[in-house]
Structure formats: C-alpha cells, structure tokens
C-alpha cells in the first residue's frame, strides 16, 4: 500500500514533468488524458485496501521537508521583496521566525507522518476524477488561449493534484504546513499565469492571504507543542477532548477559514478569476479550497459540541448567507460561481463542524458534490469564454439559441446546487433534521436559520442566472446544437453524468461509500439506510419516487424548451399596447452592496470571536 | 393518512382549491359590503378559459404555466403522502422555480419583474416555513406527516407563536395583501402569470387553487392527531388571512422580507429556544 | 359539453382609455365597486388583454391612442366582444370633428354593443354588459380582424395568418389616410 501512496503523491509530478517537457500538443494531450485512468485506479486501490494505515517515511523524507520549507519561504520573501509587498514579506519573515521556532522545540514523535484513512482516500477520489477531468479540459482551453504556454500551466495543474493528494495524507501537522504553503505557491503561480497587472496583484492578494493562514497553522503547532506535547493529527485525535485546551485547535479552524476562503478574506478567491479558467475550476473544485473543510473534517471529533465548534458554525453560517447575498449583486459570471462557492464553502464547514456522523456525512456530499458540480461551471464558463465570448450573464441573453447543450448543461449546474433532489440538496436537508435535534443551543437553531436564508439565496440566485439564459423571443426558427470541441463535450459531459447518477443513486451512495468515510472519522456509521432509492435517515426519509419524480420533472424542462410545440396564434409581449423596444435587464440589488462594509465589519468580529473565544485565548 | 387517501386528496385537490377559491370571492366580497360571486365561479371561468382561442408568446413559456400546474400537484401529493415536511417544502420550492422559469423565459417587463419578485417571496416565507417544521419536529418528535397526524400532542399549545408566525406568513404564501407583490394586479398585474392566457393560463388558475389546498394543509398539521381543532384552526385561519387581505395595503418587497426576517423569525426563534431550554 | 354557456358566467374585462375625459372612466369603476357589484356576473376587471374577453371602451380615440388600442384588441384571445362605453367612445361626442381624434372606436376595431350617455350611467354600461354577454355566447372562435383588415388581409400577408403580422399591418394601414 505504501507504494500506491507514493504513486498517487509522485505520479502526478511525474506526469507533470513529462508533460512539460513532451514537445507536441499531441502527446501532451494524450499524457494527460492518461493521468485520468491512472490516478482513478489508484485512489481506488487504496479506498479498496485495508484502511487506515501509517506510512513510515526514512528520515531523509523529513529533511528534504525541513529543506522544502525554508527554500519556499525564502522564495515567498523573493517574490515580496520582487513586487515590493510588504505584507508578503512581513509575512514571510514570520513565518520563517515562526518556522525554525517551531522546528527548534518540536519533540520527537514515533507516530509515523503519514496517515491514509477513508477521509484520505476519499480526497484522493476527488482529485483524481475531477481534478484530472479539468487538467485534460485545460490542454483544450490553452490551445484556443496560448499553445506556447500550454506545457507550462497543464504542468502546473498536473503538479498540483500532486500536492494535494500529498496534503490530505500527511499526518504530522508541520509537514502539514509545508504543503499548505505549497499549495499557496501553486495557486499563486496559477493565479499570476497571465503576467498581466491585474494577474499579479490578486497573484499578491492569493499569497499573503494564504500566508496568513500558514502562520496560524505555525502558531497551532507550537500550541500544541506546548499543551499537548504532539504534533500529529492522529494524537491529538486520541487526547481525552473534554479537558484540553482549544488554542491549537482554535488557530488551525482559522488557517482553515482561510484556506476556504471565508469573509472577511475571500478576496484571494475572487481575485482568482483573472487566471485562465481551468485555474478556477481546479481551485473552487478539487483542490485548494477542499483543504478547509478536510482540515475541519479532521479536528472535528475533538472540537464536536466545543464552543470553538459553536462559533465556527456561526461564523461559517453567517459566511453561507453573506457571501450568497454579495452574489446576488454581482453579473460577471465567474464573480457569481466564486461567490457561490465560498457560500457552499461556509456550509461545509458548518456541517463539519457540527460533528455527529450524519452533519459529517452531510459535509462529504457537500464536499463530493461541490466539486463535481462547480468544476462543470466553471468549465462552462470557460466554454463561453472561448466559444461564444460571453462574460457577463447580461450577454448570456440569446445564448439559448446559438448554444443548447452549453445552456443546458449550465441549467443542469445551477438546478443541481440548490434544488430537490441532487446531492447538494439532500445534504442541506439532512444538515437542518440534524440540527433540529440540538436546538437548545443558539448556535444550532442559527445554523438552521443560517441554512435555510442561505439556501434560499442561492435559489434566488441561480434562478437570476436561469431566468437570464433561458430568455428568448420567439420559437426556434430551427433547431441545431452547437458543435464543441470533442474535449469540451467529454469532460463536461462526464460532470454532468456525474451529477444526475450521483443524485439519482443517492441513498446508495450514501450509505455504501460515503458512510465509510463517516466511519473513519467519528469512529460510529451516521444512522441511515438506503432500500432501492429511498434514502432513510434517522428522523425521516427521501422516497425512490420524490427523487426520480423531480429529477424527471427537471430534465423536461430543458428538453421541452427545444421540443415542444403548441398550434397557437403568436402575440406580442404585453406592454400596455405600447410599440417600444424592450432592453430587458436583470434586477442587480444595488440595495445589498451598500451594506456591502456592514457585511463585512460582522465577518470580521466573528473571526476575532472564533478566535479568541473558541480558541480560548481567554 | 392512508395511501388511498392520500391519493383521492391529491386528485380531488382541484376540486376543493376551487371551492376555497369560489368561497373566498364570496367571504371577500361580504366583508366589502357586496353580495359577490356565486360559490362555483372558479370553475365557471375554468370552463370558459377552457374554450378560448389559445394564443401565446412562444411554446416553451406556455409550457412552463403546465409544468407548474404538474409541479405543484406532485408537490401537495408529495405533502399528503405523508413524507416528510421539509421534502414537501422544498418540493414546492421547486414548483415555484417552474412558474419564475417561465416569467423569465419571455421578454415581458411585467413577466421578468414578477417572476423576479416571486423569488423574493420565496426568500421571506420559507425560512418561517422551515422553522415551523422544525418546530412540529420539536414537539412532535418526527417530520413525517403521517406520524404527525397520528400524535396526541396539539402542537399549537406549546407553539403559539410559531402558528401566529405562520398564520402571517400564509399571506405571502397565497399572494395576498400586504405581501402580494408578486402578483400586484394594480401594477404589474399578474406578474409571472401575465402572459399565459386561455389554456395555458388555466393550469396556472388550477395550479393556485392547488397551492391553497397546501398552504392550508400546513395549518392543519398544528393540530397534531385533534382533526376537529385542525378544521376549526383551518377555518380560523382562512377568514383570517382574508381579513388581512381586506384591510390592508400592498407593502414594497423590502418590507416584506424585514418583516418576515426581523419580525416572524424571532418569533419562531424565541418560542422554539423557549420550548427547547424547557425541555432540556 | 357544450362550454359556451359559461362563457356568459365568466366575462373578465379589460378596460381602456382612449383619451376620453374619464367621465366614462369613472362609471366603469363605479360598476365594479361594491355599490353595483359587477362581480356578482363573475366579472373581473384583469386589466390585462390576454386573460380579458369582454373590451370596454371609452373616449373618442385620439391620435395617439389609436395604435394601442389595435395592438389591444389583437392581443385578446377569441371569442371577445368590444363595448364602446359613453357618447364619445360610440360617435366621437363632444370631441367630434377635432383635429386629433378619430370619431369613434368603430372605425379601427368591430364594436359589439354601444353603450351611449355623457357620461354613460353605470345601469346603462351594465346593461351594455350583459347584452354583450348574449352576444359572446353566440361568437365563434375565429380570429377577429381589426376594421382596416377585414376583407383582405389574407390576401396580403398569405394564407398563414400570424398574428403579430396582422397587428402590424393593421397599425400601418391606420397610417395610410393620415392627415396631419
Ligand atoms: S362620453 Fe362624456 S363622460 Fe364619457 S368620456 Fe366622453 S366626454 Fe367624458
């Protein structure tokens, strides 16, 4: 198994080298492709083998770590001194402080540093499907943007999955850190891609923000150096959780916070846009951000039922709501994907913290399905991009007759992340029947408030961008589908199979697969059955026939908007009989961005209370 | 309530919404001091809109009003089934997006602003109706329907304030004034439904007279197992959403979703926190 | 069934100015308001063409109303009957022979029943109303043309009639006789 693990860590570095320096589109294309089946059959290898298990690594493998970390720092301080950042370098100067500080009083452990459980593997999964899917789209994407500089950003892509999948199986939590930071440095190459000024300045934002992140995690470690004497994930997992001191803990949920972007430092998210598409859609879906809700998922038997808890799930619930409000103002079409995210992001969280098996189940669907769901988005948006070069929804406007499967497919997205009865929703729903059980407790009847307002947001959202794309002025006059790229068509094709079996297949998936996971973490399976497609949780049920009823009612309506057809006169729109043009826009809430500063002042204090309250800095 | 049962509700659901309908033209026209429609008027224009020559804007819209007509009767049967409430709930959410889908879907001012504010209907009432699930799921110790009409407890004894909560977001639900902005006749008539009409502007009639059955079905539920205080809440609720409506103005859509945040979630809130701490 | 007769039990109407000096206005109003209850005939004022089937019109049509008043009866699906509402909407009234009004509904739209009176008074426009209900019982479902459409219209535009076409067209022969 060890072996396999390596693999899946260094094959991906492999592929990323060889794709850098293959010198045909061709083959470079065909190399990533391969990374696609290779990577899937590994991650399934190890969810298949007998978890969870310890790698020992030989001693060097800490060395060249310790090596890693200083040269990448000293590089984060290259590149503040280069662009003349001074919170960067600050930053990174900290962190070097910070980091030999830590290195000096680390005590030695024999608990290996690396840890393979469900929850690994199940990251692993992830980024192998969806991860790759989005390196072979990109090979595409760069054709059509800048062939010259294709090896260089599918490389980058390839090497990042690597990094990921070597960031969720580490146990020690300074190695931990290390790969945070390098996972930093990946996004911020990506987001810096284009070399323009805009590119580098939220390249910058990406960086010190991030770094921020770092720094309390460095801070977590010598907390927990000095409260606990152990540094791994898995010993402080095993602490007796009613007695321990929370400040560790307190500092890595808000390295987590901003690894997921949370308010009041989502900005790096945003600012993320600029890159080339694929660069979002691997940031927002598989990677970078996952590592927020993986680190919660980690820590979250120790803090379950913590103030710490009570407060991250306020914070993250008032993110869920915020963030969905902020995209209501927004019409760049990327801004509203990020925007969404980072709301999805805040209900993950949320769900991860609230800890019992079925809100941590709640969290993996979330987790699994996000990332299928926002990869095809994006991915979308790149496609509209390259294709029909819209940016703005408002520009979306006739899209439904030049570009069906592109529309329809961007329905299907949206639907899937807030309607009955895809994952994203079942997860919502299963969040609030389980927080009903604690409602004693503010932070739990918040949550329910936090999800339902949010939840309802959203709607109002996507439905904004539906209502824009699916505007048109008449019948078709004929009907034909607009032909895609081969590459396009595969990849978003896969998401969107992905998405309705997914959904369809549910209860199954829940109980057979995703409960593993639930297993390995709370150490109890969350209470709930599958029979055929009924989903059955503790306190209620989803029926075979509500899923496939609505999931049929939803597939007609795309369908139908090209298919059927009723003999009946045609007339005008009715506009008081008046003969006007009509310049039909979308409502844009101008209301909500003034309190925009509002907004965030209370994200702030909710960070600081997460902090110092939770963490117990008191 | 017995699968049988359920099903024959489903199907008759028109029938009844009518006469709710029908009665309601009669109740409103009476507290107007005029004598009003003769109780069967609803399906009189049901039967006359049958017969008009069908005109439309173009057949996606039009087949929009009839998927909302099936959506939300799958919605009320997915409610009289006896799942779960917050299914049924959601259920109607996604009824609703087949009507806002079709508003938006044509280039109609009235229609777009309309479905727009339909949206921010949804936005004020369902976190109340939420709310109120859960705490018929505090009480009652299930979501089912069926389990909570077979329990002893009345839920509105121990939730008063969660009914009056309710009771004042049910105009929001029905569209009614105050909070009938989506439809607001006398500005953007009709909103969403504005360009259906013969045919296809009766499923989006029958679809209405639906959603009464399940609004008012709601209500019911606050009487736990107790059928006849259920009919007497029923009723009780029905002249009273009807007396709002008489007496009052149309809010703007900023009112009303403060009025549902601010006012009838913390009654929720504070009679479910209330409840809960007691009970702890 | 035969569905004809509740077409008489449900006449929804749609109510439209066309420059009159809201006498007329005021009446029609006055008809739904709880003092006469039109409303007990099922009438609703929809305000909206699409879902109308009885038109009540008032005023002499001025120039600019002309227009709208075409693309409004066009917009209401058959059966529909029109009811020109007080002197002015029948013969142009007091306003008769001024530069800038037509003389009456009847010269752009087919009128059913003429309501007459200055202002017409509410039992009177009633009356108007349920006699146009006897009518609308017996019309038929084809398409109705405006009054400048009859008689050619298909001969124009081609067998397949379009109604956005013949609302166009039927706004562009009003046009035609322009005298200003
Ligand atoms: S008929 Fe008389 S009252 Fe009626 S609109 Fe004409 S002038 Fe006014």
């Not at chain 1, 923000?209 to 309390?216: F, H, K, L, R």
């Not at chain 1, 902020?326 to 949320?350: C, P």
């Not at chain 2, 005109?55 to 049967?77: C, D, E, K, Q, R």
Request: net charge positive.
């Amino acid at each position: 198994m060890e072996q396999i693990v390596g693999a899946l860590i260094v094959l991906p570095w492999i592929f990323a080298i060889a794709v850098f320096l293959s010198p045909n589109h061709r083959l470079r294309q065909i190399l990533t492709f391969l990374s696609l089946p290779v990577l899937t059959y590994l991650a399934f290898k190890v969810w298949n083998s007998n978890l969870p298990f310890f790698v020992e690594t030989p001693h060097w493998v800490e060395t060249a770590v310790t090596v890693f970390d200083y040269l990448l720092l000293g590089y984060f301080l290259y590149q503040g001194i280069k662009f003349r950042s001074f919170l960067v370098s600050v930053l990174a100067v900290a962190q070097l402080f910070l980091l030999t500080w830590v290195l000096l009083i680390l005590p030695h452990s024999a608990t290996p540093p690396i840890y393979v459980d469900r929850l690994t593997s199940f990251m692993y999964l992830i980024v192998a499907t969806v991860g790759t899917i989005i390196c072979i789209y990109a090979t595409k994407y760069m054709e059509q943007e800048n062939l010259d500089r294709e090896n260089r950003f599918v490389a980058i892509l390839l090497w990042f999955l690597g990094v990921m999948n070597f960031a969720v199986s580490v146990n020690n939590i300074e190695w931990f850190f290390a790969l945070f930071e390098t996972t930093t440095l990946a996004s911020y190459i990506l987001i810096r891609f284009r070399w323009d000024e805009i590119s580098v300045k939220n390249a910058i934002r990406a960086l010190w923000m991030n770094q921020v992140g770092g720094i309390a995690i460095l801070i977590g470690i010598l907390f927990a150096v000095k409260y606990y004497n152990v540094y791994n994930f898995t010993d402080i997992l095993k602490i007796n959780a009613t007695a321990i001191s929370m400040i560790p803990l307190g500092f890595l949920s808000i390295s987590a916070l901003v690894k997921g972007a949370q308010m009041p430092f989502h900005k790096w998210l945003l600012g993320a846009m600029v890159a080339p598409t694929p660069v979002s859609a691997i940031l927002h879906s598989a990677t970078m951000v996952k590592i927020a809700p993986y680190l919660i998922l980690r820590i979250s038997p120790v803090i379950k039922g913590t103030l710490l808890a009570k407060l991250l799930i306020t914070t993250t619930g008032f993110v869920f709501v915020a963030a969905g409000l902020l995209a209501l103002t927004q019409d760049n079409f990327k801004r509203i994907l990020a925007y969404s995210t980072i709301s999805l992001l805040g209900l993950m969280m949320l769900t991860a913290s609230m800890g019992s098996s079925v809100a941590i189940l709640a969290s993996l669907l979330l987790i699994f399905f996000h990332a299928v769901v926002k990869a095809l988005l994006f991915l979308e948006a790149g496609i509209m991009e390259k294709e029909f070069h819209v940016k703005y929804i408002e520009e979306m406007r006739r899209l439904i007759e030049k570009a069906p499967i592109t529309v329809f497919f961007i329905a299907l997205g949206f639907m899937s992340m807030t309607i009955v009865p895809y994952g994203i929703f079942i997860a919502k729903w299963i969040t609030l029947e389980e927080a009903s059980n604690f409602i004693s407790h503010g932070a739990y009847i918040a949550s329910i408030i936090f999800i339902t307002i949010g939840g309802v947001i959203l709607t109002l959202l996507y439905f904004k961008v539906i209502g824009v794309i699916s505007r048109k002025r008449g019948e078709f006059v004929s009907f034909k589908l607009e032909k895609l790229p081969f590459i396009y068509m595969f990849t978003t094709g896969l998401y969107v199979i992905s998405t309705i079996v997914g959904s369809l297949f549910i209860a199954h998936f829940s109980t057979d697969f995703v409960n593993l996971v639930v297993k390995d973490i709370t150490g109890e399976f969350a209470n709930i059955k599958a029979e055929s497609l009924t989903l059955i949780t503790p306190v209620s049920q989803i029926y075979d026939w509500q899923i496939l009823g609505a999931i049929i009612l939803l597939m007609i309506v795309p369908v139908s908007a090209y298919f059927v057809y009723f003999k009946a006169d045609r007339v005008y729109e009715y506009t008081c009989g008046e003969n006007i043009s009509l310049n039909i826009g979308t409502y844009n809430f101008s209301c909500i961005s003034k309190i925009e500063p509002f907004i965030e002042t209370i994200a702030v204090a909710l960070f600081v209370l997460t902090l110092v309250l939770g963490g117990g800095l008191v | 309530m017995s699968k049988e049962l359920s099903v024959v509700l489903t199907l008759l659901s028109p029938f009844i919404g009518g006469l709710v309908y029908g009665f309601e033209r009669i109740v409103r026209a009476r507290m107007q001091n005029r004598q009003g429609p003769p109780i069967l008027q609803p399906f009189y224009d049901f039967f006359k809109l049958m017969d008009k020559r069908s005109i439309m804007i173009h057949s996606f819209h039009a087949f929009m009003g009839i998927m909302y007509l099936i959506g939300t009767w799958f919605s009320l049967y997915v409610l009289l089934s006896g799942g779960d409430i917050l299914i049924a709930i959601f259920f109607h959410v996604l009824s609703l997006a087949f009507l806002v889908i079709g508003g938006f879907s044509v280039r109609s001012p009235y229609s777009v602003v309309g479905a727009m504010r339909e949206l921010i209907h949804m936005l004020a009432y369902e976190p109340v109706f939420v709310l109120a699930a859960v705490g018929l799921y505090l009480v009652t110790g299930t979501f089912q329907v069926s389990e909570l009409l077979k329990t002893d407890t009345v839920p509105i004894l121990t939730l008063p304030l969660v009914f009056i909560a309710f009771l004042l977001s049910l105009p929001a639900v029905l569209k009614k004034s105050p909070f009938d902005i989506a439809e607001a006749h006398q500005e953007i008539i009709g909103g969403p439904e504005i360009e259906y009409s013969g045919k296809f502007y009766e499923a989006v009639y029958t679809a209405k007279w639906i959603e009464y059955v399940y609004a008012f079905f709601f209500v019911f539920l606050f009487a736990g197992g107790n059928y006849f205080l259920g009919a007497v809440l029923v009723v009780l609720s029905f002249f009273i959403v009807n007396l709002i409506d008489n007496a009052t103005a149309r809010v703007n859509f900023r009112q009303m979703v403060s009025f549902h945040w601010y006012i009838l979630i913390p009654l929720v809130v504070v009679n479910l926190m209330l409840l809960a701490l007691w009970r702890a | 069934m035969n569905l004809k007769k509740y077409r008489k039990k449900s006449p929804w109407i749609l109510h439209y100015n066309t420059g009159s000096c809201n006498g007329c206005d005021v009446e029609i109003l006055a008809c739904l308001a709880p003092k006469y209850d039109l409303e007990r005939f099922g009438v609703l004022n929809r305000g909206n063409p699409k879902q109308s089937d009885i038109l009540l019109v008032t005023g002499p049509v001025t120039k600019r109303a002309r227009e709208r008043l075409i693309r409004l009866y066009m917009e209401m699906p058959e059966p529909k009957v029109v009811v020109a509402v007080g002197a002015c909407a029948c013969t142009g009234g007091v306003f008769r022979g001024m530069y800038n009004v037509e003389n009456g509904v009847d010269k752009f739209i087919p009128v059913d029943v003429y309501v007459p009176g200055c202002a017409a008074r509410p039992e009177n426009i009633i009356d108007g109303v349920v006699r146009a209900l006897e009518i609308l019982e017996e019309k038929k479902k084809d398409l109705q043309l405006t009054r400048k459409c009859v008689g050619d219209i298909e001969y124009v535009l081609g067998k397949q009639l379009n109604r956005r076409k013949i609302v166009a067209e039927g706004i562009r022969r009003c046009y035609e006789d322009r005298r200003d």
